[in-house]
């Protein structure tokens, strides 16, 4: 099992940025897809998170209005875009899945249900 992280890299503040998460192996179907993100100095921050059938998604608070989590069956890939970002969205976003959770719930992604995760992307928003 494989995740990799591509589409982070510099953006103006108020501009947008769309990440990718390729996912390979045999589990992308079953599993919890999420985005996570760590600022330097700071904790692992839940980012969002979208469903086995793509139909329910959740996200921390800054990013509601913002940002957008999806994922699609062709080609294993889940994404995240970003929009209006600012300063304090730089970090490095960590795509993550989770096969065995138990159910899809705000308690549960927030958690520690994630199995596998990718290397980690910079994203840098200059003040």
């Known amino acids: 099992v494989h995740l990799e992280e591509s589409g982070g890299g510099f953006i103006q503040s108020g501009g947008s940025l769309s990440l990718t998460c390729a996912v390979s192996?045999?589990?992308?179907?079953?599993?919890?897809m999420a985005w996570l993100r760590q600022a330097p100095g700071k904790e692992l921050e839940f980012v969002a998170a979208i469903n086995r059938h793509a139909d329910r998604q959740y996200y921390g608070e800054f990013a509601n209005d913002r940002f957008t989590i999806s994922r699609y069956i062709i080609g294993n890939t889940a994404y995240l875009q970003m929009n209006a970002l600012k300063d304090e969205d730089s970090a490095v976003y960590y795509c993550?899945?989770?096969?065995?959770?138990?159910?899809?719930?705000?308690?549960?992604?927030?958690?520690?249900?994630?199995?596998?995760w990718g290397q980690g992307i910079q994203v840098t928003v200059p003040s």
């Open positions: 993550a899945a989770a096969g065995m959770a138990s159910m899809f719930a705000i308690e549960v992604v927030t958690g520690e249900p994630y199995e596998y």
């Open positions: 192996g045999d589990i992308f179907s079953r599993c919890i």
